[in-house]
């Protein structure tokens, strides 16, 4: 059983930063693709970026130039490192990780950005 364990969330201030994590536990025999999405109140779940299993990343236009994604393919872990964040960014943010047998979601985390 895949398990995902986010944490890094909280209450920043408008244009600080904070960084999300999320490790995948148990038995995995390979990841394709780690994401990180968002859901503010009232709006759809978005992606936020992405990350390949070679390295190739993507974003969102609004978090572009601001928020970085990485992984540790050792760790399973995936990083949003989020900059200048401002308080449109506020929402619960969630890892989302395809292995050639799961498509997982974590539990999410909040983030809330005061202006």
């Known amino acids: 059983q895949v398990q995902l364990v986010e944490s890094g969330g909280g209450l920043v201030q408008a244009g600080g930063s904070l960084r999300l994590s999320c490790a995948a536990s148990g038995s995995i025999f390979s990841i394709n693709v780690m994401a990180w999405y968002r859901q503010a109140p009232g709006k759809q779940r978005e992606v936020v970026a992405r990350i390949t299993s070679g390295g190739s990343t993507s974003y969102a236009d609004s978090v572009k130039g601001r928020f970085t994604i990485s992984r540790d393919s050792a760790k399973n872990t995936v990083y949003l490192q989020m900059n200048s964040l401002k308080p449109q960014d506020t929402a619960v943010y969630y890892c989302?990780?395809?292995?050639?047998?799961?498509?997982?979601w974590g539990q999410g985390t909040q983030v809330t950005v005061s202006s």
């Open positions: 989302r990780v395809l292995t050639g047998d799961d498509d997982l």
